[in-house]
Nanobody, 125 residues
């Protein structure tokens, strides 16, 4: 069982920045791919960014959705069992509940099995 706790959400004006953090309880955190998802009211949940495990490489592969490319960056600190989502130049359409999730294997393309409770990000115009 993996418990995930997000932090760093809040309200910002358009153009502002936030950094979300997600800390995992599992000591083998480095073996799991991690993803950041978001869901806005009335919309489907979407994968925003993800990062593979570092089991096979110190430079894990990452994914960033086209809608946030160039503005959002995902990274991980295995020593802290934490994955980060750095968001800059935020837009009102980025408003959503952001959840982190842990994959059941090393690839960010895999299945996400464990979920955090989510943190609200609100961007005002």
């Amino acid at each position: 069982q993996v418990q995930l706790v997000e932090s760093g959400g809040g309200s910002v004006q358009a153009g502002g920045s936030l950094r979300l953090s997600c800390t995992a309880s599992r000591r083998t955190f480095s073996s799991n791919a991690m993803g950041w998802f978001r869901q806005a009211p009335g919309k489907e949940r979407e994968l925003v960014a993800a990062i593979s495990s570092t089991d096979s490489s110190d430079d894990p592969s990452t994914y960033v959705a086209a809608s946030v490319k160039g503005r959002f960056t995902v990274s991980r600190d295995n020593a802290e069992a934490t994955v980060y989502l750095r968001m800059k130049r935020l837009r009102p359409e980025d408003t959503a509940v952001y959840c982190c999730a842990a994959g059941n294997n090393s690839s960010w393309r895999g299945i996400y099995e464990y979920w955090g409770q989510g943190t609200q990000v609100t961007v005002s115009a």
